[in-house]
């Protein structure tokens, strides 16, 4: 029986391998190349173009940043007044009623109990007005408080009772730097629940007078600065790049 031989493309009759280069082999390596350059320019760019590390909150004019804006006085002021505002507004949350001044010394609420914090931050002095009448209220919401000492309160109080602002205004402190505070409540009971929010102001003087109306339009027109609650844990993310 015979023998067929084949004969493969690119092989000889002797059996030796020949290499065929495609005709287009040198501009796929050009392209590969021009890619591959591209790729890292546009990589670079981005690392070179972009922020280090994104900045902090800017302040608007009538604002102050708690983390850098605020001397140590007002810092430790500020960080006790966060707290004390959630405490109030619970429990106006659970008995319709406000913390008196009276009522934090019982339960040492700072910054309004006079203790060594008190002392070494000022001596602030700090006064309770309720909503309508803007006027100080120096009496207790004990329940075993006889009501007839309670203040009388006026025809505006009357008729915005539970509604407008409570106001806890703290002046007079004697630290050198030192501002004067307003933990402002703002809330509505009327048909509404859970609506309370607390914000901080400060002015520079401390003996700044109260200012009657505790709008923002109004504080601001009369030199109060809204503190902004920028913490510790803004301050990572700034200094790792994620702060927006």
Known sequence: MARLSRTWPGADANGATKVVRPASGHWESLALVLATLAIIASVTGYVLLRPQHAGPPTPLSWQVRSFDGLGAVDQAIHSA??????????????????????????????????????????????????????????????EH??????????????????????????????????????????????????????????????????????????????GWRQVIPYDGASEVERVKGNQP
Not at 104 to 124: H, S
Not at 162 to 170: D, E, L, W
């Open 81 to 142: 007044l966060l707290p004390a505002g959630e405490e109030i507004i619970w429990n106006n949350n659970d008995t319709g009623g406000w913390i008196t001044l009276e009522r934090a010394q019982e339960i040492l609420l700072p910054p309004f109990y006079r203790d060594a914090f008190w002392k070494t931050n000022g001596e602030v002095h700090w006064q309770l007005i309720l909503p309508g009448g803007h006027l100080p209220y120096a009496g207790s919401v004990d």
């Open 145 to 222: 408080e006889d009501d007839a000492a309670a203040p009388a309160t006026n025809e505006v109080s009357q008729a915005t009772q539970g509604q407008g602002a409570t106001v806890y205004y703290g002046a007079a402190g004697r630290a050198p730097g030192q501002s004067a505070y307003l933990l402002v409540i703002g809330h509505a009971h009327a048909g509404v629940m859970w609506a309370n929010q607390a914000t901080i102001w400060v002015h520079p003087d401390p003996n700044a007078p109260y200012p009657g109306i505790v709008k923002p339009e109004s504080l601001v027109g009369k």
